[in-house]
């Protein structure tokens, strides 16, 4: 199952200089929801949105220039989120700032669109008290509510719609902070996980009217329950009887995606487990290895909340049996453990799995057993695609002051050529930022988008719209779709550049530069003209001996006198042409 790791380096916006470089590695990853981008963050502040395609293949090395967004914002950032009602947004934060910043990825823009803000929060001593946030939460049946959890174990809720401050604030009735968030897939319920081991549950329909998220006026509410994780490992007797049941640090939790009331806890020291929501119970734990038994073991992992992931639901390890796993970064290690948390006793993981009961179906044995992958750095933050199940995982170090590893392991009982791995024809850059699947002989995009420049749609679609491109080319020849694409993008980016004039700011100065060379090209000729009809007039050399006789009698004529435009018309021409 575990396929050689494929190391892929990633650009941080480091210098090349050593003494300059701070070894900061991925603290976040997120796939969007079909696995067309992976966006990332650093601790150094970089944020990169990939094109998964490109960085799958280990024989081509990723462009920048390719990558859909990279930006440095020049401050640490803890985690990244896609807005699961408006994939064209990514929402990044830290736990060194009071600021949600919010990017289009369709915008080809350094600036996030929008950025919400927490409310002052006044000591007693009168300043403002700083609350950073931890992680981000997004709705996914309306795209302007959002929820983060900050170091004061307060969620803040906001409609983006009303205002940049939160109009609602779930507290925690503690000064701890919340490590981490996951909202329910039916957005009803809220689960926060504190830095003292509490595990706290809100009901967002619980108690209130609707208009207290619509209305300008900030809510605060309690939790609906709070479990602590401590009392509840003291319960399993076998657990108990081999270790110091103490409170840990949650550093994250995740709802299983295939059974909503396994909630999955990942802690300080390496444990994992999963609380079942009905029974608020635990119900599967792995204990591995302290990381003090691990002579190399650093104080790195400190500065880091490691974040775990579920496989998606098709994932399917071995032939004939559905499994849970949860794939976690090793405390003491550099590796990753899957750990097998399918909901019953034939789980490993099981608090009432008995190892003497062995079971005679070769499948369900396989099925049973953990699994360690070996890489080559710590893991920070680890996620699965959604489609074909594979693995990114992010690390915790950089390599050669500029770079740092994206280990890609793909699973080996996979088919050839599934997903969106090699064999499967390139999307055009239309179909990649649309999510959709590109036919390249039907579909209208292809010929004029390529894959390989995907800022070019990206500013077509922000101005235009992907329907209203679509209609035009449908409606034009063949022949005639490629000068319509060139206008487009001519037209997209000369208003990305000028909001407000567009196009018709370029034509315009253009048009008065036009007027000015027009002018100076006038004046010129018209010199011209007037040094050669002085030349023609005043040189005694070109006249003949009855004009000096003339003009020894009669008095001189004035150079602009009427007669001069006796001259033929054929040589007036030639004036002012050449």
């Known amino acids: 199952m575990a396929g050689k790791p494929v190391n892929w380096f990633m650009d941080s916006g480091f210098s090349n200089n050593p003494s300059e470089v701070s070894r900061h590695g991925i603290s ?10 992976l966006a990332s963050v650093t601790k150094s502040g970089c944020l990169t949105v990939h094109d998964f395609d490109n960085i799958q293949s280990p024989d081509l090395k990723e462009d920048e220039a390719k990558q859909l967004l990279h930006i440095s914002l020049c401050q640490q950032l803890d985690v990244i989120r896609w807005n699961l009602s408006n994939q064209d947004e990514v929402a990044c934060t830290s736990m060194k700032s009071s600021e949600v910043y919010i990017f289009d990825i369709g915008f080809i823009s350094s600036e996030p669109v929008e950025v919400l ?68 897939a039916d957005n009803e319920i809220i689960y926060g996980a504190s830095k003292q081991g509490t595990i706290y549950m ?68 390496g444990w994992s487990g999963v609380l079942d929501t009905n029974k608020l119970q635990v119900t599967h734990i792995h204990c591995p290895p302290p990381p003090w038994l691990d002579e190399s073991n650093d104080l790195a992992n400190l500065s880091y909340l490691r974040k775990p992931c579920w496989l998606p639901i098709n994932s399917i390890f071995t032939v004939g049996v559905l499994v849970q796993i ?26 009432d799995y008995n190892e003497d009961i062995q079971s005679t179906d070769e499948a369900t044995c396989q099925h049973i ?28 170090l ?54 390989d420049d995907p800022h070019k749609f990206a500013s077509v679609h922000r101005v235009f719209g992907a329907s209203n491109v679509n209609k035009m080319l449908q409606e034009l020849a063949e022949h005639q779709r490629g000068d319509a694409v060139s206008s487009m993008v001519y037209e997209a980016n000369a208003r990305i550049r000028d909001p407000i004039y567009g196009c018709v700011g370029a034509i315009s100065s253009l048009q008065q530069q036009i007027d000015v060379l027009q002018t100076q090209l006038a004046l010129a000729q018209a010199q011209v003209i007037h040094m050669r009809m002085r030349c023609c007039y005043s040189s005694p050399e070109n006249a003949s001996p009855s004009s000096r006789d003339t003009s020894q009698t009669h008095q001189p004529r004035s150079l602009f006198d009427m007669d001069m435009v006796q001259q ?7 004036y002012l042409w050449h």
Request: charged share 20%.
């Open 28 to 37: 976040s990853l997120e796939f969007d929801s079909k696995g067309v981008y």
């Open 202 to 269: 809100w009901d967002l329909r619980g108690g209130t009217s609707s208009s207290t998220f619509r209305n300008h006026k900030e809510g605060y509410f309690s939790p609906l329950i709070a479990v602590k994780l401590a009392h509840e490992l003291e319960k399993i007797s076998s657990l108990k009887a081999q270790s110091n049941i103490v409170s840990k640090e949650i550093h994250s939790i995740d709802i299983d995606p295939s059974c909503p009331y396994q909630l999955a806890f990942h802690l300080d020291d």
């Open 326 to 351: 949860y794939v976690v970064g090793s405390s003491s290690s550099n590796g990753l453990y899957l750990l097998d948390f399918y909901p019953d006793r034939t789980s490993s993981c099981h608090v």
């Open 568 to 574: 033929p018309h054929s040589l007036m021409e030639d």
């Open 369 to 396: 057993q953990n699994r360690c992958l070996s890489v080559s750095e710590g893991v920070t933050a680890c996620v699965a695609h959604p489609l074909n199940g594979t693995i990114v995982a992010g690390t915790k």
């Open 398 to 451: 950089a390599s050669e002051y500029i770079y740092i590893y994206i280990h890609i392991m793909k699973e080996s009982s996979r088919k050839q050529g599934a997903g969106t791995g090699a064999g499967a024809s390139t999307p055009c850059a239309a179909c990649k930022l649309l999510r959709r699947r590109c036919v390249q002989e039907d579909c209208v995009f292809a010929p004029y988008f390529p894959a």
């Open 117 to 184: 803000r927490k409310r002052p929060n006044i000591s007693v001593h009168g300043f403002n008290a700083h609350k950073g946030f931890s992680d981000i939460a997004f709705s996914s049946d309306d795209k302007s509510r959002l929820l983060a959890s900050d170091s004061n174990g307060v969620i803040n809720m906001w409609d983006r719609r009303a205002s940049d401050l939160p109009c609602l604030e779930l507290s925690t009735n503690s000064t701890g902070s919340l490590n981490s968030i996951k909202l329910s």
